[in-house]
């Protein structure tokens, strides 16, 4: 079957019979591939939502004997870029003989170690907890997945009659149950009521589809998607105003980011009371038709209903009590307006566990919202990274879209909030996120640095980024900087880093800058004053255009950014770091250097002075004193290096070996060196010091502080 003969108007549809048949015969290999294909269109599952399956003969390694496999997606991952690796195989006769020994729903978590005597590859992935979901239904192919039409319709108050009828008893229908051992024998269950039906929806959670081969799973499951889809588009047509229509008019786009960059700090602020949070923003379309309408005040409270969404997005969003236009530029007093909505969320979230906790619930989690909603500008979200600050947003877009369509057809219902806690403080998801990894050393931060499209600047942000900070990259060169955006993104992925065109002598460049970090991450954290140039000439050459430059880059330049991101890291009130990279000459007297010498000691007495004056808002300010930092810097660049040459009376090619064997160490000094005294301020062990000066210069007496 071709490609063109499969049209569909809300999914996509992306089988290619030749890349199929280069797989036939390989089943395993046929469920990777339509795991993928599926995980590529968000409308028919969220990012790590839903699992698949397909059952196989293989040869026992034991026996050497024939028998059947299941091979589902494990624990974690996501469809659209799983690999075989992903996947989790098993003996469908040892799940299946699990029911022998099950003891009932009070007794659930405990057949999920069990899962592990059923395990036929010991090297694949650990099972998840949908693992008897597949196990227990009879077919080849399987395919669960959290697509928004559906769950629409699943989270209807009249749900199962409109899938009744829309269907035509061909799709069944199981009410909500917590995923386990339990909600797999009830999906078996309802297909022996119910034979020859082609899948069953979930309530309140989701679709489970099949087939006999991975191609008739994969149509089976876009063509009832599809249906869904249509029947949801038909009768929102019919309405005459989403969401109740709408309560206010969104700002212009330019005034919304406006608004969004100078507040995001602030609420990152009170989202970091406990741990420190990156933030996220979005003004989509489908968010601004939601938390304009009537119906915000309404659905907002009631959360979301899929267990994804729910787990991403938490219990529910919290409503800010600002105006669209309203005047931000009084920090004092927008705190004050909305400190007691964060009061009234962390109480009312404490009273929820307190409420729902069982005696053996993990301990409260952090009590701030994920999710907040400023009507007439878009939505923010916080959590403990970028990633995870822009899934829970697509997840709560997902929610949206579920209430959306819902209302249209029915009427929204969400998760009672005692199956909602269930769901967040269950013992399996506490015990994953006890296996997660632990936050490197700079999770949680932001960092700028200045002129980091390469050399130093560079080398400090990519250290940054390897330690977990989330860093914006900016350089007066724009094709530089492009070219270490791409690098950034290969190394570290797209929710790390973020760029802008930065020239220290503009301070629009400057604010645009800390824009574009508090759209992007919610603010900042470290700011690194790296963007430097050298002029070296005796005093008879020096001109006054190069006195004004040095000045202007050096000196100037480090204020304004200082001063601009003070205001930043005030709004949030979490602290900060500003570290400003000086240099040796900031401390030794040397032949023809009296304009960057002195410009570099104005630099170094201009931290003492910030660092004497931040201290009270927990900012420290520190600086690095590197010299000769030789590669990769475009310090040696516009004469520089020729200049100090000519100075010492050896060629530029004598340089490296010169600077070091004038230092006490006799070594070169390379730009990670920078950057790691620069981390050795900001990774943790520093905290508590501030107005220190730090040389990175192999040991050159002269230089010595004291």
């Given at each position: ?156 108050k009249d749900g199962e009659k409109i899938t009744k009828e829309l269907f035509n008893g061909t799709i069944g229908w199981v009410k909500w149950q917590k995923p386990g051992f ?243 403080y269950w013992l399996l998801e506490e015990a994953k996120l006890q296996r997660m990894p632990k936050p490197k050393a700079l999770s949680g931060k932001v960092a700028l640095i ?85 002029i070296s000439k005796s005093i008879e050459d020096h001109t006054e255009k190069d006195w004004d430059i040095l000045y202007d880059v050096l000196v100037k330049g480090q204020f ?147």
């Open positions: 079957m071709s490609v063109a003969t499969k049209n569909f108007k809300h999914v996509s549809y992306l089988w290619d019979d030749a890349k199929a048949a280069e797989l036939a015969g390989d089943e395993v290999a046929l469920l990777v591939y339509r795991s993928n294909l599926l995980g590529a269109d968000l409308r028919l599952t969220n990012y790590g939502g839903g699992n698949t399956s397909c059952k196989a003969m293989a040869k026992d390694p034991l026996t050497g004997k024939e028998t059947e496999v299941m091979w589902v997606k494990g624990s974690g991952g996501d469809l659209g870029t799983m690999k075989r690796s992903g996947l989790a195989a098993l003996y469908v006769d040892r799940l299946r003989s699990l029911k022998n020994i099950y003891r009932g729903i009070e007794h659930e978590d405990e057949m999920v170690e069990l899962f592990n005597h059923c395990i036929y590859d010991l090297a694949s992935k650990a099972p998840s907890i949908d693992t008897p979901l597949h196990g227990f239904l009879p077919f080849k192919h399987i395919d669960h997945l959290h697509p928004d039409a559906a769950i629409a319709i699943a989270a209807a339990d909600l797999g024998l009830q999906l078996k269950q309802c297909l022996d009521e119910n034979p020859g039906i082609r899948g069953i929806m979930l309530g309140s959670h989701g679709l489970f589809t099949w087939g006999d081969t991975a191609y008739e799973s994969y149509i089976n499951t876009l063509e009832v998607i599809e249906r869904c889809a249509e029947y949801l588009q038909d009768n929102i047509s019919k309405q005459t105003a989403i969401f109740g229509g709408a309560k206010i008019e969104s700002l212009p786009e330019a005034d919304r980011k406006k608004q969004a960059a100078a507040l995001a700090p602030v609420l990152r602020g009170f989202c970091s009371s406990q741990n420190r949070m990156i933030g996220h923003f979005t003004d989509d379309a489908r968010v601004l038709e939601y938390i304009n309408s009537n119906d915000l005040d309404r659905l907002a409270p009631l959360g979301t209903s899929c267990p994804d969404h729910f787990l991403r997005t938490k219990i529910s969003p919290l409503v800010l009590n600002l105006t669209a236009g309203e005047d931000l530029s009084d920090t004092k007093a927008i705190k004050e307006k909305i400190a007691p909505l964060f009061e009234a969320y962390r109480a009312m979230y404490t009273e929820y566990y307190n409420t729902c906790k069982h005696p053996n619930s993990p301990a409260i989690r952090d009590t701030n919202p994920v999710v907040i909603i400023y009507p007439g500008v878009g939505m923010f979200t916080f959590a403990k990274d970028k990633q995870t600050a822009r899934v829970a947003a697509e997840f709560y877009i997902n929610a949206i879209n579920v209430m959306k369509g819902a209302e249209a057809i029915s009427e929204y219902t969400s998760l009672p909030r005692q199956e909602a806690f269930n769901i967040e200045t002129g980091s499209g390469g050399g130093i600047g560079k080398a400090i942000a990519k250290k940054f980024a390897e330690e977990g900070a989330c860093v914006i990259l900016n350089d007066m060169n724009a094709e530089r900087l492009a070219e270490a955006k791409d690098e950034f993104v290969k190394l570290f992925g797209k929710d790390v880093v973020a760029a802008d065109i930065l020239d220290v002598t503009k301070e629009d460049t400057v604010l645009d800058t800390l824009t574009t970090s508090a759209l992007a991450f919610g603010g900042v954290d470290i700011v690194v004053n790296n963007a430097g140039l050298s304004v950014v200082t001063q601009k991101a003070v205001e930043v890291m005030r709004k949030q009130g979490i602290g900060g770091d500003v570290l400003n990279i000086v240099s040796k000459n900031a401390l030794v007297s040397g032949p023809n250097n009296a304009g960057y010498g002195s410009a570099k000691a104005a630099q170094l007495h201009l931290s003492r002075l910030n660092a004497a004056e931040l201290g009270k808002d927990k900012i420290r300010v520190n600086v690095v004193n590197p010299d000769a930092v030789i590669a990769g810097s475009n310090i040696w660049s516009g004469g520089w290096a020729a200049g100090r040459a000519k100075a010492y009376g050896i060629t530029i090619e004598e340089l490296p070996a010169y600077y070091a064997g004038r230092t006490l160490l006799n070594e070169i000094i390379l730009p990670d060196d920078i950057a790691n005294a620069c981390y050795a301020f900001v990774g943790g062990l520093l905290n508590k010091s501030t107005g220190n000066v730090l040389n990175v210069d192999g040991g050159v007496a002269n230089a010595f502080v004291r």
